[in-house]
């Protein structure tokens, strides 16, 4: 299985300050045939499902906010929220979906000071 | 528009099958190419994949869980389910329903149900 840890497990920052969430697998997410990263990202807020935020690693879903931005390649990746918003506060995950079992980091809480 | 809809007993006892049905309405389960999956997340814990099926492919589990789980669809009512047995305490969460586009074509979760929780007890 390819483990996704992420870091920190939480986090408090300032309404408009960046905030910064790290992802790691234990192997490559590029997918062979196409040589994309399979990585996602998701917003989850209480009482909610999951939300798509970034696909391919980088490229935002429609709709979502250009503060939300994401990089990274191979095993290793970031996502940034640039100015921290009120509706920002959730916890976050990583997924990827190169090889099943598809699996997710354990989750990064964001919260506003 | 797409949506997803979970549905069943809310209560299974230890020991006991859990099943579980995705209701999809807006589209059809037998086309575009997309994954339909199981993800459960216990109460206050992370998301885990439980299973998925391709339609008119493959169906997936994940290794913890293979063993117990049954992944089914039935097409003409546009609905798939979830079985799991011999459950216990630990297969206390709630449990969505899930699409996941081709990776080629962007990939990810990207449609959701509400979730249903489902508790095991005895």
């Known amino acids: 299985d390819i483990v996704m840890t992420q870091s920190p497990d939480s986090l408090v920052v300032s309404l408009g300050e960046r905030a910064t969430i790290n992802c790691r697998s234990s192997q490559s997410v590029i997918y062979s045939s196409d040589k994309k990263n399979y990585l996602g990202w998701y917003q989850q807020k209480p009482g909610q499902p999951p939300k798509l935020l970034i696909y391919w690693a980088s490229t935002r879903e429609s709709g979502v906010p250009d503060r939300f931005s994401a990089s990274g390649s191979g095993t290793d990746f970031t996502l940034t929220i640039s100015s921290l918003q009120p509706e920002d506060a959730a916890v976050y995950y990583c997924q990827q979906y190169t090889t099943t079992p598809w699996t997710f980091g354990q989750g990064t809480k964001v919260e506003i000071k | 528009q797409l949506h997803l809809q979970e549905s069943g007993p809310g209560l299974v006892k230890t020991s006991e099958t859990l099943s579980l049905t995705c209701t999809v309405s807006?589209?059809?389960?037998?086309?575009?190419?997309?994954?339909w999956a199981w993800i459960r997340q216990p109460p206050g814990k992370g998301l885990e994949w439980v299973g998925c099926?391709?339609?008119?492919?493959?169906?997936y589990y994940t290794p913890s869980l293979r063993s117990r789980v049954t992944i089914s669809v039935d097409a003409s009512k546009n609905q798939y389910s979830l079985r799991m047995t011999s459950v216990t305490a630990a297969d206390t969460s709630i449990y969505y329903c899930?699409?996941?586009?081709?990776?080629?074509?962007?990939?990810?979760?990207?449609?959701w149900g509400q979730g249903t929780m489902v508790t095991v007890s005895s």
């Open positions: 807006g589209g059809f389960i037998s086309g575009g190419g997309y994954y």
């Open positions: 099926f391709w339609y008119g492919g493959n169906t």
């Open positions: 899930a699409r996941r586009r081709p990776g080629g074509a962007r990939g990810g979760f990207d449609i």
